[in-house]
Antibody
Framework: QVTVKESGPALVRPTQTLTLTCTLS??????????VSWIRQPPGRALEWLAR???????FYSPSLRTRLTISKDTSRNQVVLTMTNVDPADTATYYC?????WGQGTLVTVSS | DIQMTQSPSTLSASVGDRVTITCRAS??????LAWYQQKPGAPPTLLIY???RLETGVPSRFAGSESGTKFTLTVSSLQPDDFATYYC??????????FGQGTKVEVK
């Protein structure tokens, strides 16, 4: 059974870099066709797609956040990592990792001084 | 980049109603369209993928269809458990993905 779990800091200071980790179980990041995304949802607002990494290491980013995001994968640990630089209170949100049909429960990140 | 325009933003309905939500893509997405249901405090759950394919375990009252760049989610007979927010998402192969703005289905 595939499981997805996000982890990261609950609180980040403005201008710092946020690093989030997605750990997948019973799932192979190098299997052809596999694509893993990060999505966020500010409190009370809509889903926003952030970034994606494919089985062949292709990477895609939201045009509006492209300059601040980096996505990578560690196949030995079955993890996908997202970094976001220069965070702002507007980045406060629940961050989800997803394979389309499998989602984690999300991790709430608050940006505040 | 591909934009998804979802409507309506809010829909008031009663149990037993037939409900329709629409998403329009700004360009051809070749059926790479998913529909999700989200309830407060929970992650989205996949209902429909490839525009019209029902995810395993999803009730058959949910159906997806497409006509060109217009995609529709229909709930044939709304049940109490269906009051939630619904999102479309395009997931084409060689571009960033995007969600629609969401549709909240509320009690009339």
């Amino acid at each position: 059974q595939v499981t997805v779990k996000e982890s990261g800091p609950a609180l980040v200071r403005p201008t710092q870099t946020l690093t989030l980790t997605c750990t997948l179980s019973a799932f192979y990041l190098t299997k052809r066709g596999v694509r893993v995304s990060w999505i966020r949802q500010p409190p009370g607002r809509a889903l926003e797609w952030l970034a994606r990494i494919d089985w062949d290491d292709d990477k895609f980013y939201s045009p509006s956040l492209r300059t601040r995001l980096t996505i990578s994968k560690d196949t030995s640990r079955n993890q996908v990592v997202l970094t976001m630089t220069n965070v702002d209170p507007a980045d406060t949100a629940t961050y989800y990792c997803s394979t389309i049909n499998h989602w984690g429960q999300g991790t709430l990140v608050t940006v505040s001084s | 980049d591909i934009q998804m325009t979802q409507s309506p933003s809010t829909l008031s309905a009663s149990v037993g109603d037939r409900v329709t939500i629409t998403c329009r893509a700004s360009q051809n997405i070749s059926s790479w369209l998913a529909w999700y249901q989200q309830k407060p405090g929970a992650p989205p759950t996949l209902l429909i993928y490839k525009a019209s394919r029902l995810e395993t375990g999803v009730p058959s009252r949910f159906a997806g269809s497409e006509s060109g760049t217009k995609f529709t989610l229909t709930v044939s007979s709304l049940q109490p458990d269906d009051f939630a927010t619904y999102y479309c998402q395009q997931y084409t192969t060689f571009s960033p993905w995007t969600f629609g703005q969401g549709t909240k289905v509320e009690v009339k």
